[in-house]
Structures are given as structure tokens and as C-alpha cells.
């Protein structure tokens, strides 16, 4: 996939990001601050990452800036509604970043973090991946806690066998 301007990326990053968010009224308020094993993000981390990494990293990057991530810890936010607005106003500001940019921009390269020089178009590409596998994630911690979590396109894995031939 090959992404020429910030209006349309924003539609497609969009799609993409809306299905995270419904994971997280399936979060209990008790367990925004679980993980499987002491040392690993926590689904609070989790959400917070995300949120932040594509602000202080991808769109400083793709302003041709170094990255400005701190890490993901509660001082960003604390409490499950806190952090679903952090999530949630990060993306925005992103958002707003995004969607200026133009063909010319997109063609450029910026340099990751790892001192990587890469088109800018194909460093937002990765931000995609990223927010699935951490979406991904979720969806096990949520599954080792025996939380029931949304199918991801609107049918579960035996509803498809189900209907298939």
C-alpha cells in the first residue's frame, strides 16, 4: 500500500484506529493496570504506548523532527477513562498533523529513531502495524483474563465455518 497525501491516509488510519477503541469498554476499571508478568506493559501501558508513540515519534518523524517519546507510564495518565482520553486526544493531535500533508511530503525521507532513513509515506505505513499489534495484544491480554472482546470485522473465526461451504 502506497499512501500519496494525508487526506487520504487519515481516512484509511482512521478505519484502522477505530477498532481499537472498542476494546476498551470491554476493560475492566480493576484491571487497566494488569499484565501477564511483572516487567511487561500493562494494559494501561498498552494504551498509553500507542497514543504516544504515534505523537511524540511518528508525527515528529514525519515532520522531518526527532522523536520526543518518553515511555508509557501513568504519569501520561492514570485510571482507565483518564487514559481512553489520552489515547483519544493524541490521536486528534495527530490527526491534525496528518491530513496536511501533501504528495511532496510524503516522498520525503525522515529519519526513525534507529537513525533509519526512510519515505515518509512508508514510516506511516509502519504506524499502522504498529497500532495492530498492539491492538493484537490487547486482544490476549483481554482473552488470558477470560474477558469476551468483539470479533474483529463483524464475524467471529466459527461464524465463518459456520457459513463457509
Not at 46 to 59: K, N, P, S, T
Not at 66 to 94: H, N, P, T, W
Not at 123 to 140: F, P
Request: glycine share 8%; aromatic share 12%.
Amino acid at each position: 500500500m502506497e499512501i500519496y497525501d494525508g487526506q487520504s491516509f487519515v481516512k484509511y488510519l482512521d478505519k484502522v484506529k477505530a477498532r481499537t477503541p472498542r476494546l476498551f469498554n470491554f476493560i475492566p476499571e480493576d484491571k487497566i493496570e494488569w499484565t501477564y508478568q511483572e516487567g511487561k506493559f500493562t494494559i494501561g501501558d498498552q494504551i498509553r504506548h500507542l497514543a504516544a508513540i504515534e505523537r511524540f515519534m511518528y508525527v515528529e518523524n514525519v515532520q522531518l523532527r526527532q522523536s520526543r517519546y518518553k515511555g508509557c507510564g501513568k504519569d501520561l495518565a492514570e485510571g482507565k477513562e483518564a487514559i481512553v482520553q489520552f489515547y483519544l486526544q493524541m490521536q486528534k493531535e495527530s490527526r491534525e498533523v496528518f491530513e496536511k500533508l501533501t504528495n511532496e511530503h510524503m516522498q520525503r525521507k525522515c529519519t526513525t529513531p534507529g537513525g533509519i532513513d526512510i519515505t515518509v509515506w512508508k514510516w506511516l505505513r509502519a504506524l499502522v502495524e504498529h497500532e495492530v499489534h498492539h491492538r493484537g495484544q490487547l486482544y490476549v491480554y483481554l482473552g488470558i483474563l477470560g474477558i469476551e472482546t468483539p470479533p474483529l470485522y463483524g464475524l467471529t473465526s466459527e461464524e465463518v465455518i459456520s457459513r463457509s461451504v
